[in-house]
């Protein structure tokens, strides 16, 4: 009993591993198969293969349309090649556009409107001349001249300041201070008269002087000093006598690079011929006038501005990388898209040349 139980149980583990033997070996074979297998028709023979892509049997189409795919695959990293040579040309140009702007800044003018001017420092120099008359008046009105080459009323401001030439540095030279016109609504203008005996000069004429602020001037402990360094800062100009000279002044502040500002006077003048209608004995007397007056209620300010805006070359680098990267991007699939291809043809050579033979 106990020895057929035992023989049961070899013959069923043999059949068992005889089983599995037999379902290894058909797997092979049907793998094999598998590999092997070429499509045949109804007769037995063999077919040729169809290319999935194409849909094509001819090998001289399959060729063809390889070629065509592996050109225009070659174009297309051309295309990268060249859209990679232009990021970078525009990479470089963003950069030396942003250079450029920092070394040359723009020039901004900005009018500042006031009801009021600080009161500016006119200097005279009238050397043998003497001041007759200094009179404020209004809305660009001046009376007919009572009494002219005779002593007159100065209702001006004035101070008379004796300094050193900053340009030769031993000559004494003799500066007439006025307070100049302040109230720009009112048209409020300045007119000065003076009178020189004979002189053996073939031209006359009375230099002055236009500066900031007159209050500056006062408050100086040292007011040569004041003058001297004005005169370095600022230019002279002229008025001739036997004409009335109308100076029209406008004020333009300029921010320097240190964060400084600096103050100049630009005038426009006009000169009329004055009427001498005095007696003979009298006309020796050569006489000079002059107005002044601001021409109008504006402070031109004048900076220098940077154009150059970080962040708008950063965001157009950016821009050109991430389009840079991009075309690398799809040059790589490219590449790997013919590497597939070509893989693919060396596979198949083998099994039309078999077809062939």
């Not at 809305?139 to 009572?146: F, Y």
């Amino acid at each position: 009993m106990a020895g057929a139980m035992i023989r049961k149980e070899i013959s069923r583990s043999y059949q068992e591993l005889n089983d599995e033997t037999e379902r290894d070996t058909q797997s092979a074979e049907l793998q094999e198969d598998l590999d092997d297998l070429e499509p045949q028709d109804s007769n037995g023979s063999a077919l040729p293969v169809v290319d999935d892509e194409t849909g094509s049997n001819n090998p001289s189409m399959r060729f063809s349309k390889a070629c065509l795919k592996n050109v225009f695959s070659v174009f297309l990293i051309f295309i990268y090649l060249l859209l990679m040579a232009v990021a970078v040309f525009l990479a470089y140009q963003t950069i030396t556009d942003f250079r450029e702007k920092l070394k040359h800044p723009v020039m901004s003018v900005r009018y500042k409107k006031v009801d009021r001017f600080e009161a500016p420092g006119i200097a005279l120099y009238p050397g043998k001349a003497q001041l007759l008359s200094c009179k404020h008046h209004y809305h660009d009105h001046i009376p007919p001249l009572v009494n002219p080459g005779q002593l007159g009323e100065v209702q001006c401001l004035t101070d008379r300041i004796n300094y050193t030439d900053p340009y030769t540095n031993h000559t004494m030279k003799q500066a007439l201070i006025v307070k100049g016109p302040t109230d720009v609504r009112k048209r409020e203008l300045i007119f000065l008269q003076f009178h020189q005996n004979e002189t053996e000069q073939d031209f006359s004429a009375i230099g002055y002087l236009l500066f900031f602020s007159y209050q500056e001037f006062s408050d100086s402990p040292d007011k040569a000093q004041f003058m001297k360094d004005t005169e370095s800062s600022y230019s002279i100009w002229t008025f001739s006598g036997g004409f009335r000279t109308w100076v029209k002044m406008s004020l333009v502040k300029t921010s320097e690079k240190d964060g400084g500002e600096s103050v100049e006077f630009r005038q426009e003048s006009s000169v009329v011929k004055y009427s001498d209608q005095r007696p003979d004995s009298e006309k020796g007397n050569e006489l000079f006038f002059v107005v002044f007056e601001w021409r109008d209620p504006f402070i031109q300010e004048v900076r220098d501005i940077i154009t150059a805006n970080p962040w708008n070359t950063i965001a157009s680098l950016c821009g050109v990388f991430l389009a840079l990267f991009k075309a690398a991007d799809f040059a790589k699939l490219s590449v790997k898209w013919m590497i597939k291809i070509r893989k693919r043809h060396l596979k198949r050579n083998p099994r039309e040349m078999n077809q062939v033979t």
